[in-house]
Each structure stands twice: as C-alpha cells, then as structure tokens.
C-alpha cells in the first residue's frame, strides 16, 4: 500500500505538457537586457507590464489606499482580521460597476451574484465543482488555454471533451463542431454538463461574435446544460469588433430570468485587464442562487485578502482612473501588437487576424518539415533551445492542425521584443532554410492552404500512462 493519496503520486496535472515544459527551460536561463543577454525571453507568459506606469501613478496620488488608512487614520489593525468569505462590500461593489464599465455599461453586475476567488483558476475549478460530478463532462473549443487541463479536470476529475474548431473559418465555433463534440462525448459515455468558452479566447486573440454566442445559447438550451464564458480579457479589446458579453446577448434575446440564464456563468479576474495576476483577484458571476451559494462557501479555501480589497475597491471606484486606464492601456496593447505581426511579416510568418488579447496567434506550418505534431515539436524545440525564445506549441492548446504557436508580446519591454525578432529572423533566414529543396518548399508552402483532417481524437492525452500513449 503506497504511504501517499492517489492524488499526490497521479499523473494528471499536466506539468508535462510542452506549456510548462518551456517554461521550466525559461527559468533556467533567463534572458535579461543586462545581465544575460544570451537567455531565453519569456514569450510564452500572457501577462500585461505594459501600463504599470498608470498604476503606480495612482499609488502615489492617493497614499491613504496604498497605506491602508482611512481619512489619515490607520485601519490596518481592522483589515488584519478576521473577515468572512462574501468579501467586502465596497469590494464587491466596486468590482461589478468596474466589470460593467468594461462591457460599455450595456449589461450590469449584481454585486450579490458575485462569488470572490483567488483568481481565475480557483474561479473555473469552483465552477466545476458546483456543475460537474466525477467523470462528468465539459465541451472546450480548441485551440484553448492549456491550463484548463489541469484547472478544470486535476482536482474535479471533470473530463474535456473538444469542440474541433479550424483555420478554414478562423476557429470559429459553428453548429455542426458543437454538435460532433456532444455525439464524441455520448460515444465516450460521458454526460455533458456544459460548454466552457474563453471570449477573448486565449490563444486565438479574437473576440466571440454575437453569431456563435446565439450558436451556444442555443445549443445548451437545446441540450438543457450550461455555459461557462471566462471573460477575463474583456478589457483588452483593442481594435474592431468590440467585446460581446455572454451577458449583453442573454439581455438582447429577452433571456433575463428564465432557465437559460441561470445556466449561464462569467468567470472574471483583474490578471489581465490590470495586469495583477500577482493580486489573486478573481470572481464568479452566476444568476444561479444555488451556484452562488455553494460557490461562495468553496471559496473559503482561497480567498482574496482584505488588504487587497480594501486597496483595489479605492483604485476601481475612482471612475476617473478606470476610464482613462482602460482607453489607454488598450492603446498600448494595439501598438505592441502592431510591432509583432508586422516584425513577422517581415521574415514571412502570419498570424491569424485579432482585436485581442496579450498574445497572437502565429502560422508556421510552412516552417515544419512535415504536416505532423512531431515535426512541430522538433520545430518548437529548435526555438526554445536554438533561437532561445519560449513560445507555446500549438498542440499544447489542443489544435488540430500542426504548426500553429502562441506568441505573447505584452510582458516585455519593447527593446526585448525587438531582439526575439531579430532572433527569430536570423533563426528563418538561416542555413537551416536555404538548404531546403525548392519542391519541399513549394510544397510546405502549398499546405498552409489544406485543411487537416482525420485528426486523432485525443481525449485526456495527459491523463493516459505511457504505454497508452
């Protein structure tokens, strides 16, 4: 009999995915502009460092909030103890007009129907807990976050079951991908509890449009499940078409108050938006009593410290601040995201079109020697390890077609992006691609035109042991 839990010795997390595999090579050998200019940049990390500046600014004009202190006074001794998992009211509050305000003001938040979590993967785990039983299941479009096979299955043993979505239209979710992944789930006896979409999706960089919302409202109305819409990069929508909230579209069709709003849940946090993933801010918002309820008594198990709230619900609640943090930071992020895709269309790499997003999504299916996975992985290798930049594969993500990679840009000085595509030009521009045959050229050229198919479905890939992989 083995001394530890099941749970402790399994193999389902998903560490061993080539996600988190690149960024244990990142930490061993960080590129730093000064001190090790030979390293690895970080391009596989979505986070946003490109308006600390705005934040700080507001630190400094108002010390009562960073100081924890009320009119002058120190509160410190109040907020050091005991407060219950609801959260603080005026954090509450706060965080419901700031997430209405990133939705144009078309929808609003309860501030009763909000549940605080220490970010958003406490926030999806939770959820699973509230909607799924062991071995029940969730519908996921691909590609989608990595992370998710480890937050929304390791502890809950929810299963994911992929909706095939293609670069034929973009990705996007249609009819008949919603309907092939619930019939893929029947034959694998698993029950479908419900969809979860990210919108913006991570790693596409796109917005979900009002067609494929009204696609899945009717689909988990037909099917009499749920839908989880994690929005947390709603307020880095920085070019047409503008963010659409599940919520707004739920307004829209008149749905307020009926069996198919209460079946619908926003996942939310401040990682991306502010730039905070440090913070642990994140929220549940769900029409449901019941979900909230339970929710809100999970959530005793990481919550959000009142230092924290009491600090953030002063910087949300000043409309000012929000208003012109939100107008700029979106600024900020289009232009970032100019510089990469025009870097990469100039050694000859795309990316799908975005409006999104801390990330782009990158085509190089014409760099792979063959139109497998296993040519995208040495492909991948020889970026991290040769050109000494961390990127995430698109297999990772669970894309269906080889050669796709996801590529952040926000979380590094502009300097620093400048010296990954001066990298990764040398790396396209090299002896490695001059060698290649004219015929193979054309003819790798010729499949960024095909559409993959037959594709392997591959279910809980991590989860399987060696042999059956």
């Known amino acids: 009999m083995g001394i530890l839990s099941k749970k402790a010795t399994c193999n389902t997390h998903g560490q061993d995915s080539s996600y988190f595999l690149g960024w244990e ?14 390293g690895i940049i970080q391009m596989g990390l979505a986070e946003n460092q490109l308006s600390f500046d705005l934040i700080e600014s507001w630190l400094a004009k108002n010390p009562d909030a960073a100081n924890f202190q009320r009119e002058g006074r120190s509160i410190f001794r109040e907020l050091a103890l005991f407060q219950d998992y609801h959260g603080l009211p005026s954090f509450k509050n706060a965080m419901a007009d700031f997430m209405s305000e990133n939705r144009g003001n078309r929808v609003s938040f309860d501030p009763n129907k909000l549940v605080l979590t220490a970010g958003a993967t406490p926030a999806n785990e939770t959820l699973m807990f509230c909607l799924a039983d062991r071995g029940d299941a969730f519908l996921l479009p691909t590609p989608y976050y990595p992370g998710f096979d480890r937050d929304l299955k390791w502890r809950t ?4 079951v992929p909706i095939q979505c293609t670069s034929a239209n973009g990705f996007r979710i249609t009819k008949s991908a919603l309907e092939e992944a619930y019939e893929q789930a029947q034959k694998l006896n698993l029950k479908v509890k419900g969809v979860l979409i990210t ?5 596409l960089g796109t917005t979900t449009t009002r067609t494929e919302l009204n696609h899945l409202l009717d689909f988990i109305s037909r099917k009499k499940i749920h839908l989880i819409s994690d929005e947390i990069y709603s307020g880095t929508v ?7 909230s599940v919520m707004e ?3 829209d069709r008149k749905l307020e108050n009926t069996d198919v709003f209460n079946r619908v849940h926003i996942v939310y946090s401040l990682s991306k938006d502010l730039g905070l993933p440090g913070f ?3 929220v549940i918002y769900s029409n449901d009593d019941i979900v909230v309820s339970a929710a809100t008594k999970m959530s005793s198990f990481g919550l959000i410290s009142s230092q924290t709230q009491y600090l953030l619900s002063a910087l949300l609640s000043d409309k000012n601040f929000t208003k012109n943090y939100l107008e700029e930071n979106q600024i900020r992020l289009k232009n970032r995201h100019k510089k990469l895709v025009s870097g990469l269309e100039a ?7 975005s409006n999104a997003g801390l990330f782009c999504w990158v085509d190089m299916r014409h760099l792979l020697k063959s139109n497998t996975f296993e040519a995208e992985i040495e492909l991948w290798k020889k970026i991290v390890y040769e050109v000494k930049l961390n990127i995430s594969p698109g297999s990772s993500c669970h894309c269906n077609e080889p050669g796709w990679f996801r590529v952040c840009f926000a979380n590094m000085s502009e300097d620093t992006l400048k010296v990954a595509l001066d990298r990764l030009k040398e790396f396209v521009d090299g002896p490695s691609s001059t060698t290649r045959s004219q015929s193979e050229h054309l003819r790798l050229k010729n499949l960024r035109k095909m559409k993959v198919s037959n594709w392997v479905f591959r279910l809980s890939f991590h989860d399987r042991e060696p042999e059956q992989r």
Request: with cysteine; hydrophobic share 30%; proline share 9%.
């Open 238 to 244: 920085f070019a047409s078409p503008g963010f659409i």
């Open 25 to 38: 090579e990142y930490e061993k050998n960080p590129y730093d502009e000064i001190k090790n200019q030979d």
């Open 199 to 203: 919108n913006p999706s991570n790693p």
């Open 280 to 282: 642990r801010v994140g």
């Open 347 to 353: 050694v000859g790499i795309d990316c799908l079109k």
């Open 249 to 251: 579209v739920l307004k």
């Open 157 to 160: 043993e929810a299963e994911i």
